[in-house]
């Protein structure tokens, strides 16, 4: 959500954080902010919007402190203005924050009682005030910090710098990502690594509950309590990682063109393509002995594992558990010890995903994450870690990272069968063959975008939008709806087929386009009869499938003709036109492709 960098710097650091704070832009936001410590006191610069904006206020009155801190707010609390707008200041303190301060309200009327002003909505105020309240106690900055700390309840990250001392910068983390960076004579604070790629390659992450004090002679590290603990420092690679739009128009459309070689990247890690077998990592469980899987995740991650619940229970012949984590993690599920839990996350921080783990792993069960970073809270809470290697995924939207989600989930569900023997090393053969042609067919169907411009403008006429889908293909229906909603502000809905005639025909009319995604499987003639219900309505019909338009026996508004292929592996193939279609009507509404409109890329708070 929100990006925090602080710079303890040799030279003036404003340019440095407007540059770190643009790496973060893909966390999503709606203003930005920087503070600087300048010859005793504390000078800040807002603006609304995009960078761009407060870049053209620095232009006209510059920062010249070498220590500051930077932001940018996704709000949660308080509009989208300016005033809201972080760095919070006073004359002594200044302070980021990504999270929310779940006690602010409590604080606040303690603090208001003391005689302390609030001028903003926000909740991070609080914070603000609560620090120099114990900083008006006599209190040096590292004991105001840490006792206030103490006092503050919720999901944080949070940056201070203090007027008075221009060689001190304060971390702390209770949930959301922070990551420390060491420089030679500087150091840095950052929401993630990718921030100070172009500032350090040297990476301290901090744990949840610790707190950091930065000086420009390096880091201390503590819990709440005050005691040291020590934090690995490690080189990361986030500096090799640093991308660009090359010559797409949006990074979702070059992170679509990307798949083919995502896909391959991350096969390439669990399949042994030459032995036609899975080479899966131990996952500290006897898959054998497995009689239940649990899988949780959120958004786009989450219609991933309801595609891996049909093919673990078809391939496998186990029950899968799966639920959304933000419900999963309140229902108090009965968990047999031994069972496997299985999380799915992009970026390893989604924060109702970490709760539903910590519960996961408190009842007795193995736990394995599906992360695009390696280096997450996720990742490193979790007894095996299964990373897709999608690289960095700056468009808001998921593409990349559901393909490649789907690709370890597929590699899990041969595992899981071949363990327990209710698939032979020939069906393995088979399913990992399948698995090697999909980098191919995704190269051929990315190859000629013209046919779904035209059908985005078609699209992007509908106030609403159903899609349709049997098996395999409803979480790649519900996925299609998301994609189109997130990102074209269409309003959209993915039902599975036979529900058709439960309730939403009901919407079905000559303005309402129907989505079908239908490969010809065993459930394909069925899905034709839903089809034929919609038609008869008078329903503009858009029919994905890889058979002949003809056998849909109704009049179809378009056909998106899809490649043959092995059915396991329609999911990940079917993926790719609902990603298209939602890409070009969105820019034929001419929308915020890669930063829609009220998303943040990493949901770090509840």
Not at 2 to 29: F, M
Not at 325 to 331: G, L, P, Q
Not at 417 to 444: C, F, N, Q, Y
Not at 536 to 555: H, P
């Amino acid at each position: 959500m929100c990006g925090i960098v602080g710079i303890l710097g040799s030279k003036p650091v404003a340019i440095d954080i407007v540059d770190a704070l643009r790496r973060l832009e893909y966390r999503g936001y709606d203003s930005a902010g920087i503070a600087t410590v300048e010859n005793g006191h504390l000078e800040r610069r807002r603006a609304e919007g995009k960078l761009r904006n407060l870049e053209t206020r620095l232009g006209t009155e510059p920062l010249s402190g070498t220590t500051g801190i930077g932001h940018t707010r996704w709000a949660t609390h308080g509009r989208p203005i300016e005033r809201n707008a972080h760095p919070h200041m006073n004359d002594r303190v200044a302070v980021v924050h990504n999270g929310i301060i779940e006690n602010f309200q409590e604080l606040r009327e303690e603090l208001t009682g003391k005689g302390y002003v609030f001028e903003t909505e926000t909740d991070t105020e609080t914070v603000l005030h609560l620090v120099t309240y114990y900083l008006d106690q006599g209190m040096p900055p590292v004991e105001a910090s840490r006792i206030a700390l103490n006092r503050l309840r919720g999901a944080f990250a949070l940056g201070l710098i203090f007027s008075d001392d221009k060689n001190l910068l304060i971390g702390a983390r209770q949930g959301p990502p922070l990551a420390i960076g060491h420089g030679d004579g500087e150091m840095y604070l950052g929401s993630d690594a990718i921030a100070l790629a172009s500032l350090t390659d040297t990476i301290t992450y901090l744990e949840d509950g610790d707190w950091a004090v930065l000086t420009r002679a390096g880091v201390q590290v503590f819990d709440l309590s005050g005691k040291t603990v020590h934090r690995t420092a490690i080189k990361s690679v986030a500096s090799s990682l640093l991308v660009d739009k090359g010559n797409y128009r949006h990074f979702m459309l070059k992170e679509i063109h990307e798949q083919p070689e995502v896909i391959a990247h991350t096969l390439g890690n669990y399949i042994d393509m030459a032995e036609g077998a899975v080479k899966f990592p131990a996952l500290g469980i006897d898959l054998a002995g497995v009689n239940r899987v649990t899988i949780s995740a959120c958004g786009t991650a989450y219609y991933a594992g309801v595609v891996a619940k049909y093919w673990i229970e078809k391939y496998a012949r186990i029950p899968v558990e799966i639920d959304v984590a933000s419900e999963f993690r309140y229902r108090e599920v009965p968990l047999a010890p031994g069972g496997l839990a299985v999380f799915v996350s992009q970026s390893g921080e989604t924060a109702d995903t970490l709760e539903a783990l910590r519960y996961c792993k408190k009842n007795g069960q193995v736990i394995a994450a599906i992360v695009n970073v390696r280096t997450s809270t996720i990742a490193r809470e979790s007894n095996t870690v299964l990373p897709t290697l999608a690289g960095p995924e700056i468009g808001v939207a998921s593409t990349k990272a559901f393909t490649s989600q789907l690709s370890v989930l597929a590699c899990l569900a041969i595992a899981i069968g071949r363990a327990r023997g209710t698939i032979d090393a020939a069906k393995e053969k088979e399913l990992v063959k399948a698995l090697s042609e999909v980098p191919r067919h995704v190269s051929t169907m990315l190859r000629d975008e013209s046919f779904y411009e035209g059908l985005a403008h078609e699209i992007s006429k509908a106030r609403d939008v159903l899609y349709l889908g049997r098996g395999v293909s409803y979480p790649i229906a519900m996925e299609g709806a998301l994609k189109l909603k997130e990102i074209s502000y269409i309003h959209a809905e993915g039902y599975a087929a036979g529900e058709l005639k439960h309730g939403p025909i009901a919407l079905i009319d000559e303005n309402v386009p129907v989505i079908v995604v239908a490969p010809e499987d065993e459930l394909f003639e069925k899905t034709v009869s839903n089809m034929q219900e919609v038609a008869a309505r008078g329903g503009q019909i858009v029919l994905i499938s890889d058979v002949a338009k003809e056998k849909a026996g109704c009049r179809l508004l378009s056909h998106i003709k899809m490649p043959k292929a092995h059915p396991f592996t329609t999911p990940l193939l079917y993926a790719v036109p609902v990603q298209l279609l939602a890409y070009h009507t969105a820019v034929v509404m001419g929308t915020d492709v890669d930063q829609p409109r009220n998303l943040a890329k990493s949901v770090t708070v509840e």
